[in-house]
């Protein structure tokens, strides 16, 4: 098994809440390892190893050790894909900067937390209102920043419907300490959907 980050099989569900301090250790976010994967299933784990080339009628890849540039090649019978996804980056005029941030692994949330350490009681934008932006939301809020979630849809949450979701963010919205700036409720029609936590 080839993997091009750190780590293999690492709660992701975690992430957020790894950023808000409810998870505290990082090796708490840390299933399997490729020593446990090893002894458990004699499996060969080859960590920060990025496949850069498959020749398929050879049967070989090429790969790439990440921290030393050394390549070499592999042969395999059958080859599984399993390489995942990237967060969607739209299009978005100046989406590129130091203190944006993708929440998919761990690499990304310990940018988060760096950049946090300089910056207490900020303000941070979260865009996109699913699961794993209301978390981050939840949790950024948790770490003591002001939150605003911008959602381009009519609702939060779109796999509920939205008298439910509508439901839940009245619920978790009232549920934090009264703050001077109340959150803001726009009408349905409304087609950007912000809210301050
Ligand atoms: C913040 C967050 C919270 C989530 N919460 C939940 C949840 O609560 N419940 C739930 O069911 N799902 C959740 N998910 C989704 C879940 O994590 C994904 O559905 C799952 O990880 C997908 O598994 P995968 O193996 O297909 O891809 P991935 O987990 O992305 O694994 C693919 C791996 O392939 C590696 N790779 C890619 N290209 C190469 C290459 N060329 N060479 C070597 N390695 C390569 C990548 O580095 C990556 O580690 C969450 C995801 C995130 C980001």
Redesign the pocket.
Known sequence: M????PH?SFA??G??YFVGGEIAEQDSLLVQTPDSLKARFNLDVRIN????RIDCPARRIR?RELETGCEYEETYDALIL????SPLKPHIPGIECPNHFV???IPDVEKIMEWSKHCQGCRSVVVGGG??GL?MAEQLHRHGFHVTVVEALPQVMTPLDPEIAASCLIFRVRSYPARPRCPTVLPPDVPVLAFVL
Request: charged share 25%.
């Open positions: 080839f993997e091009r980050g293999v992701n569900c992430l957020p190893t990025e496949v850069i790969v399993s390489t995942g996804a929440v998919r692994d699961y794993i978390e």
